[in-house]
């Protein structure tokens, strides 16, 4: 049956189940992000190797760790606002072949600490413009009533691919030796490209918003739901805000300026974390007396501790509202940290702590990326995911870093992982001054309306 006349495509989208096609969109994003957390986590599990190869210190290492996500930073800061102009399926399938390209030469040329640092900064180029985009794309082709699940569930492709990437480390480096890793790393996303290619679709917000692209959101809408038929003079709107000019400058305008801070701020202390232990965990551990393959193992356990609460958590944010969900998350993320400067003393408590602290911090990390993406209207979505994440990126940054500068100091290992509880403790504030601010925007908006 025919639907003449104008179609708003977030209400269509809420009216129906959602699709096979949704779905796969979905699980497509999901891979690329399931290669960004692979790739992103292995340098923290070949350290130990390359310490050993190449003789040098542990705090040699630490501006490896800085560059990579330093290219992540820059990635992601400048691909949001691109794909905001450009659309995001080619920001995608770009930043997908980038990473996956220098992360095969990273382990054909790397030879020295040097050209490490150098390999790694352009892989993080790539992988910083995979993840924003991949959210945001989820985000647009998810039902309001949805679309934090869908968003989350979508994002466990990245604790997976980290986890997979500790877990097979230990098994993949005592055979084949640290660059089969970066060999593998590559050889996925490279793979995946021709598919990206024809199976992932433009957003269809964002071809709503450019006003001329009537024939391909009419066509992606009947693979939707192929029940749908749309008349030639149909038109597609979206009932939300548009604007024109630089997409940044969008961040602090129409009362986003506070809540946008504190986000940051939240991404900023809840990447500090993750890639601190990610990068320093197994170094660490091996160092208190564990073994190699459990050390990595941790790390494996500590990111399937945030699949498992991102699966459980999707539906929770829904229901409840990420505010009342992540600000506790937060708040046990911080015990469970700093309790595990105190387990790495014990192989099996290590394993149990290290996978609540996943559980806790990854799990609220996915949570905040969906409040994200449901935050910020289409116009900017990218730009402001992007931004939070390259925000967090420097966050990301202090972390391998300030570790590096603690361990080179001898402080001891319970100090560190302290610094990490409190900087998990500073999210939960944030979130929670947040959620208060945007209450009290609800309020004035509903005060005329009272009024009348």
């Known amino acids: 049956m025919a639907a003449p006349g104008v179609v708003d495509v977030p209400s269509l989208l809420d009216q129906q189940r959602i699709s096979g096609y949704q779905i796969r969109v979905g699980a497509l994003c999901a891979a690329v992000v399931f290669l960004d957390g692979f790739d992103t986590q292995v340098i923290g599990n070949l350290v130990p190797s390359i310490i050993a190869e190449w003789k040098v210190t542990r705090p040699a290492m630490a501006p490896v760790g800085v560059a990579g996500l330093a290219g992540l930073m820059v990635g992601a800061l400048s691909l949001g606002p691109l794909a905001d ?13 980038a990473f996956g390209v220098m992360t095969l030469l990273t382990g054909l040329l790397a030879e020295s600490v040097t050209g490490l640092l150098v390999l790694r900064f352009l892989t993080g180029l790539g992988l910083g413009g995979a993840m924003p985009n991949a959210i945001a794309m989820t985000a647009e082709y998810a039902p309001h009533r949805r679309r934090a699940t869908m968003v989350m569930v979508m994002f466990c492709g990245f604790p997976i691919g ?23 790393g590559g050889a996925l ?48 709107a979206i009932s939300e805000e548009r604007g024109h000019g630089v997409p ?50 941790a790390t494996g356990l500590f990111q399937a501790g945030g699949v498992i609460s991102t699966l459980l958590g999707g539906r929770a944010v ?9 600000s506790p998350a937060y708040v046990l993320a911080g015990l469970s940290i700093g309790a595990l400067g105190f387990a790495v003393v014990s192989p099996p408590l290590m394993l149990i702590v290290a996978t609540i602290a996943g559980f806790c911090l990854i799990g609220g990390q996915t949570g905040v990326n969906a409040l994200a993406s449901t935050f910020y209207p289409t116009f900017i979505r ?51 001054a947040m959620g208060r601010t945007q209450a009290a925007r609800a309020q004035l908006a509903a ?6």
């Open 318 to 326: 829904d229901a409840y509202g990420a505010y009342r969900v992540l």
């Open 162 to 184: 980290a986890s997979f990437a500790g877990f097979i480390s230990a098994f993949l480096i005592p055979v084949f030796g640290w660059r089969a890793m970066l060999y593998l």
């Open 85 to 97: 102009k450009i659309g995001r399926h080619t920001v995608i399938v770009g930043s997908t072949l």
């Open 447 to 452: 005060q005329p309306a009272a009024g009348e």
């Open 382 to 432: 990218s730009t402001g995911i992007g931004w939070a994440l390259g925000i967090g990126r420097i966050g990301s940054i202090a972390g391998p870093g300030v570790g590096g500068i603690l361990i080179a100091l001898k402080w001891p290992t319970t100090a560190i992982f302290i610094i990490g509880a409190t900087a998990a403790l500073c999210a939960a504030v944030a979130l929670f």
């Open 248 to 297: 940044v400058g969008h961040l602090f305008r129409e009362g986003r300026a506070v809540p946008t801070v504190l986000l940051w701020l939240v991404f900023f202390m809840s990447l500090l974390n993750i890639f601190l232990i990610n990068f320093w965990l197994p170094t660490l551990a091996h160092d208190a007396g564990i073994a190699l393959v459990l050390a990595n193992m």
């Open 189 to 236: 996303p490279i793979a995946l490209v021709p598919l990206l290619l024809m199976e992932l679709p433009e957003s269809i917000r964002h071809l709503v918003l450019q006003g001329n692209q009537t024939a391909r959101v009419a066509a992606i809408l009947s693979r939707i739901n192929p029940a749908r038929a749309f008349s030639a003079d149909t038109r597609f």
